[in-house]
């Protein structure tokens, strides 16, 4: 008998226009967004109406922080210096063979910050 190995905590990266791109109509200017260079900050934020902006890199770029030349270029980068893995479903499947891993619990990683939207209607579109 084999054992099947599954990761029961894994994340994805979601694309971070994918709120303002598909969200109903009415919801896309207060939507999840990215915004570059924000009030003179340099960088790729993740921006919503109802929540504090934060580094699109901080979702991907976990110990990054000490050398923090290249956690500015990874910050003004955006997605650029992503893993593939982290939001590509046939990446993600490769990772998944070189770690044994025959299956995934997969979690939000930007989408976790959306249930501290106060506004129940937007909540919900989102």
């Known amino acids: 008998m084999n054992d099947i190995i599954f990761s029961a905590d894994s994340h994805v990266i979601e694309p971070p226009e994918m709120w303002a791109e598909r969200v109903e109509p009415k919801y896309r200017d207060i939507a ?11 960088g790729a934020y993740f921006v919503c109406e109802e929540l504090k902006p934060i580094p699109i890199a ?27 893995s982290v939001w590509d479903p046939a990446e993600r499947l490769k990772e998944q063979a070189i770690d044994g891993v025959d299956g995934e619990l997969i979690y939000p990683t930007m989408g976790m910050m959306l249930f501290r939207i106060a506004n129940d209607d937007l909540k919900a579109a989102c």
Do not use: R, V
């Not at 999840?32 to 340099?42: A, F, N, S, W």
């Not at 290249?70 to 593939?84: H, L, T, V």
């Open 58 to 84: 901080k979702f991907f770029s976990t110990g990054l922080t000490a050398n923090l030349e290249k956690w500015q270029e990874w910050s003004e980068g955006g997605m650029k210096f992503a893993p593939k």
């Open 32 to 42: 999840p967004h990215l915004e570059y260079d924000l009030g003179g900050k340099k």
